[in-house]
């Protein structure tokens, strides 16, 4: 069974920083692309960022410059690298892997359960 399990989350003054990690467990043949998503209070989901197998990254115009993205794939980990952090970067951070399972003939998309981060001012 595939699993995902963020650490990392905590409560930060503005200003401050955060490294988030996700480790990917479980019978796994191969991970494409693996990301970082978020949601607000009352709002929906949204993208953070995105790192493919050779380190190609994506990242929402919100957090371009604050934020990095990074991987080891030997490890099966994704780390977000939060710096300069805002108020309004307070959310549950979810990870994301496009993941090829053993024994499954596609990619599917898996998700972890998300930890909380929070920015006073």
């Known amino acids: 069974q595939v699993q995902l399990v963020e650490s990392g989350g905590g409560l930060v003054q503005a200003g401050g920083s955060l490294r988030l990690s996700c480790v990917v467990s479980g019978d796994i043949l191969s991970i494409k692309v693996m990301g970082w998503y978020r949601q607000a209070p009352g709002k929906q989901r949204a993208l953070v960022a995105t790192i493919t197998g050779g380190g190609t990254t994506n990242y929402a115009d919100s957090v371009k410059g604050r934020f990095t993205a990074s991987r080891d794939n030997a490890k099966k980990t994704v780390y977000l690298q939060m710096n300069s952090l805002k108020p309004e970067d307070t959310a549950d951070y979810y990870c994301?892997?496009?993941?090829?399972?053993?024994?499954?003939?596609?990619?599917?998309?898996?998700w972890g359960q998300g930890t909380q981060v929070t920015v006073s001012s």
């Open positions: 994301t892997a496009e993941i090829l399972a053993f024994g499954g003939v596609r990619y599917i998309d898996y």
